[in-house]
């Protein structure tokens, strides 16, 4: 399974658009890059999946080039609730059948007033 | 809210001692995941059931470990015999497979913290 680089953290204020890059260089044909979201004591939420070029949805847009060997995240305008952990996995291939998901560090995004 | 339940919430136990959790997923999902994460880390798969049927194990799950799925509804996961290591948040997660067949969307609980003193 492709192995994911996102950086450790990252800052930002409340209104800015925050752009957070995955390098993922190893992925195969058949797998997705999917991201999710993580706050304090709660699970994981499902953000976006894309396979190529973009993807947007009410929270966020997915940018994918078409080496498909990175991708972005893209948060507008965001707000204090913003502050999470964001997780870029690369999906299918080896998790196979299940579709298991295996999840990285992340990135701790801190949104400031 | 994601619809996916968890009792207990928290789960404080000596060292030695047996636990067990529950996760109730959403109604409609045939899929069932289990997940561990420790602190600062991004949480681990441990297993995964379709149905009723127990399709995959990850070798982090020690013979300590079993979780069960009677009637593809509920899930439950077992520790016996427990250890300090074994302090962490556990996870359920479930997803649908029938709809769109590469979807990676799974829908957590709020996980059970278990803390081994």
């Known amino acids: 399974l492709a192995k994911t680089t996102q950086p450790i953290s990252m800052d930002s204020y409340e209104g800015q658009e925050v752009n957070i890059t995955c390098s993922h260089n190893n992925i195969a044909t058949n797998d997705y890059i999917t991201w999710y979201q993580q706050f304090p004591s709660q699970g994981p939420r499902f953000i976006i999946q894309g396979y190529k070029t973009k993807v947007t949805n009410e929270v966020a847009s997915l940018f994918i080039p078409a080496d498909r060997k990175s991708s972005t995240l893209s948060l507008p305008r965001v707000s204090l609730s913003d502050t999470a952990v964001y997780y870029c996995?690369?999906?299918?291939?080896?998790?196979?059948?299940?579709?298991?998901?295996?999840f990285g560090t992340g990135t701790l995004l801190a949104v400031q007033p | 809210d994601t619809g996916v339940s968890q009792n207990p919430r928290h789960k404080i136990t000596k060292r030695g001692q047996n636990v067990t959790f529950r996760c109730d997923p959403i109604s409609e999902h045939n899929r069932l995941y289990w997940y561990r994460q420790t602190l600062g880390q991004g949480p681990e798969f441990l297993t995964y059931?379709?149905?009723?049927?127990?399709?995959?194990k990850s070798r982090l799950l020690s013979d300590r470990f079993s979780a069960e799925r009677p009637k593809g509804s509920f899930s439950t996961l077992e520790i016996q015999r427990t250890e300090q290591g074994d302090s962490a948040m556990y996870l359920c997660?479930?997803?649908?497979?029938?709809?769109?067949?590469?979807?990676?969307?799974?829908?957590f609980g709020p996980g059970t913290r278990l803390t081994v003193t």
């Open positions: 997660a479930s997803s649908f497979s029938g709809k769109t067949p590469f979807s990676y969307e799974q829908y």
């Open positions: 059931f379709q149905n009723e049927a127990q399709l995959e």
């Open positions: 996995l690369v999906v299918g291939g080896d998790g196979g059948a299940t579709n298991k998901l295996i």
